[in-house]
């Protein structure tokens, strides 16, 4: 019978949502191939020209007073503006729309209901008596 | 203009934009229908054909094999890339950001959930501590804590005690009795 191999650390660790494996732990490190530094090395030629480009509005002597960062006008668009043309209903949306749009209102609406009933019910039965500021008659 | 040339003639659309943001600086975003982006510039809906990925990647500046969008739920995500949930603390604190605080690149795509990542929120670093290991142990503890306090709620055990009893008749007189009146005779003690 085989013995299946021993847990590597990285499973061990089990990163989840709120953590992330360590770089000593991740085998994607320790990858040396020539598609990896291929990839590296397109990514470093995007960021030195996106630097380059930041660095001579940065230096410039006729400079505007601020740089627009087109990243950042992208994320506040896609976050405020795009969200609602994007939207489309589906079965998974229309749940998640009335469980939190319909589920807090008619929740308080049963408890509010319930829990004046019952006051209603002691104060008919003499055990509560109505508040001087209250509006009933 | 020196962007037009960069070796990218992969980016005259990234510095057409940059000049037209540049020529109208005074408007603030949101002060007009659109800001002075051209529409291709801005988010837009989920890419179907590779054409749209490739021209989506290159909006966001990123490589068209890293770029990847969010499925296509309907939930209003569009054509936002999709990148690593890791906070902002994560990131080299030695290398020379753009901005340093925020430990980002100018250009660079910033997650969906940016804000909650900066370094004074959320903070995904690796633990020295696996997480399950952690919350194991302290469920443990407030489960163990919880149960024992309960049980002493429900079966109290302490030494036995009797009522307390006072000198001079049960302070006759500090109780406010007659000084005049014989007071009635209490006593504590068996012989």
Known sequence: ?137 | MAAGALRGVLWPRAAAGLRAARAALAAPLGARAASEMSKDMLPGPYPRTPEERAAAAKKYNMRVEDYQPYPDDGLGYGDYPMLPNKSQYERDPWYQWDQPDMRHNWGEPMHWDFDMYIRNRVDTSPTVVPWHTMSKHFLLFLSIMLIMFGLGEIYPSYRPVGPKQYPFNDLYLERGGDPNKKPPAVIHYEI
Not at chain 1, 16 to 34: C, G, I, K, M, Q
Not at chain 1, 105 to 112: E, G, K, M, P, R
């Open chain 1, 1 to 137: 019978m085989a013995w299946a191999p021993p847990p590597s650390a990285a499973q061990l660790y089990r990163p989840n949502r709120f953590v992330s494996l360590p770089a000593e732990l991740d085998p994607a490190t320790y990858d040396t191939s020539p598609e990896k530094l291929r990839a590296e090395a397109e990514r470093l030629a995007i960021r030195s020209r996106l630097k380059r480009q930041y660095l001579l509005q940065l230096n410039d002597p006729n400079a505007p007073a601020v740089i627009e960062n087109p990243a950042l006008i992208r994320w506040a668009y896609a976050k405020s503006q795009n969200v609602y043309p994007t939207f489309r209903p589906t079965p998974k949306t229309s749940f998640l729309g009335a469980v939190y749009g319909l589920g807090p209102l008619l929740f308080w609406i049963f408890v509010l209901k319930a829990d004046r009933d019952r006051k209603e019910k002691r104060i008919q039965e003499g055990k509560l008596k109505r508040s001087p500021l209250s509006v009933f008659f």
